[in-house]
């Protein structure tokens, strides 16, 4: 896997390729092109890191690709562009942080009175930071992932909130949680396969990229 940091320096870049639409549907729909609209044979995921066209300064997003950036994203002006492999192969015990900014959801399931769920569920947004904890420690490929222990372990939200996107004429609003936090690798396998398949909904919007670095032993 590939992890890039580019740099759109130019808001324009963007923006007259798309309108009246947020900017996380604009930056999916560059990468989209980017990649030849082949998103199947070149999975990437997609995070906003720096957003400051208010002062025409740019932005700044961090993309984590299965195949490597296309060589004319360098020959673009207004945009630059650093790269390089991602390892994404772990050990059994290793101490290790990570980095999800997620959608935090969850699905409402309606019921008859004999108890026969009636589909399709509701989603509904999470923004307690208590209960986007628990929807991250719930999550059955981080609990096969990880070994947490409360003594040892550092987990935190750094940031939430409400994400509001325009795609044309259809509106969303996605509740959203950055965390962060420090803990151990119980399955490398696993571990790995989050990072090749992110965590969560909305990933065509920036959520779901899941980073993961070795903690050097002290």
């Given at each position: ?7 759109f ?9 798309g309108?009246?639409?947020?900017t ?20 990437f995921?997609?995070?906003i890191?720096?957003?400051?066209f208010?002062?025409g ?7 984590l690709s299965?195949?490597p ?11 630059t ?5 991602y390892?994404?192969q ?5 101490r290790v942080w ?16 004999d ?5 399709p ?14 929807w991250?420690a719930g999550?059955?490929e ?5 070994r ?5 372990d ?14 044309g ?13 420090e ?5 490398p396998?696993?571990l ?5 398949n ?5 990933k065509?919007?920036?959520f779901?990229l899941?980073l993961?670095?070795?903690i050097?032993a002290?």
């Open positions: 896997m590939y992890l890039s940091k580019i740099c320096n130019d808001p324009f870049v963007l923006i007259r390729r309108g009246s639409n947020s996380s549907y604009l930056v999916k729909q560059f990468l989209c092109d980017l990649f030849d609209n082949n998103r199947l044979a070149s999975r995921f997609f995070r890191k720096d957003e400051t208010q002062d300064r740019g932005m700044t997003i961090g993309v299965s195949n950036m296309p060589s004319r994203i360098f020959e673009m002006r207004d945009v562009c650093q790269s390089a492999s390892p994404n772990w050990e059994k015990g290793q990570f980095s999800l900014l997620a959608n935090t959801v969850k699905n409402l399931h309606c019921q008859r009175s108890g026969v769920r009636v589909a569920a509701r989603r509904l947004g999470i923004s307690n930071p208590s209960e986007q904890m628990s991250l999550r059955d981080v609990r096969e992932a990880f947490f222990n409360r003594d040892t550092k987990i935190e939200i750094r940031d939430s909130g409400v994400l509001n996107i325009q795609k004429n259809h509106y969303s609003s996605h509740c959203y949680a950055d965390f962060w936090g803990t151990t690798v119980a399955d396998n696993k790995s396969e989050i990072v090749e992110g965590i969560g909904s909305a065509t919007f920036g779901g899941f993961v670095g070795s050097e002290k």
